[in-house]
Every structure is written in C-alpha cells, then in structure tokens.
C-alpha cells in the first residue's frame, strides 16, 4: 500500500551506516531481483572495506535513505569508466511504499550529472518502475553474469539526459 504522506529525507552516508546498510543486501529476495551482486555478498569484512573506499572516493555521491530518523536504504552515483551510474537499496521491510521512487527523485535534485544510467535485472519490475517514474528511457540491454542467481541474464539499462 502506497502511503504518498511519507517523509523521506537523504543525508550523506557515514561509516556508521554500513553495518545496517550491509544487513539490508543480506536478503536474499532483494539479492534475486539486484542480480548482479558481489561474488560473495555475504563477506561483511569486504562490504565494509569497499564502501568505506568509495565513501572517500570524490566521483561517488553516496547518500543514506532516511525515513523519520530511521535508515531504510541508500542511494549512489557512482562511476564507470566515464559513465555516471545510479544505485540504490531498499530495506525489504519498506517495499512498495514509494520510498525508492520518492528517494531517487530528491537524488536527482542534488546529483546533477547527466545523462545517468541505470541498470535493472530484466524481471526487476520494481525497480524498472523506479526508474521510468524517475525519468529514465530504456535505451538498450545486455547480457552479464548475475552472481546472485549463478547464470547469466538480461540487464536493461536505462537513461536519464
């Protein structure tokens, strides 16, 4: 059930965040649907070490998801290669409430660097929502290794200019 009286509010996100961030992608319904997990997602030491890098990195915009003053995800721009790429997870706690569409359209307001990517496992309806709701055009799809699933699937990529 949709509730459109939710606050959401993002602040960037601190060290202090990555223990609970970590326990959110610990699921393993919300592991299925990102597909393309870590090798081993479940390696807390390394989750810890590679966010905690990326937070010093200055192409990253990493922002924690806040609902009253409760975490209930996060959301980054990150870089490959020269292209500016969105991410962003929700405590399945909080699934189908808006939050994620809510968080990424007040994302796209402080990060301004276009055209963006998105990238979505092929039966991600969720987050494929997210992203049209948000402004992003499906604009092609590959084929890649989803760790989570062990085999290789469709990733559709959208953009937004």
Do not use: C
């Amino acid at each position: 059930m949709k509730n459109n009286k939710l606050i959401i509010k993002l602040r960037p996100t601190k060290l202090s965040d990555l223990d609970l961030l970590f326990q959110f992608q610990l699921d393993k319904e919300g592991g299925y649907l990102a597909a393309f997990m870590p090798e081993n997602s479940t390696d807390k030491e390394n989750y810890i070490n590679k966010h905690t890098n990326l937070l010093k990195d200055l192409t990253v915009n990493a922002q924690t998801i806040m609902l009253d003053n409760m975490i209930v995800g996060s959301i980054a721009k990150f870089v490959i290669e020269t292209d500016s790429e969105i991410t962003y997870w929700i405590d399945k706690k909080f699934w189908g409430q808006g939050i994620a569409t809510q968080a990424l359209k007040e994302f796209l307001t402080i990060e301004t660097s276009r055209p963006i990517y998105g990238r979505v496992a092929f039966d991600n309806f969720g987050s494929q929502k997210v992203l049209q709701k948000s402004g992003f055009d499906k604009i092609g799809i590959e084929k890649g290794f989803a760790n989570a699933r062990q085999m290789e699937i469709e990733e559709f990529i959208y953009k937004l200019s």
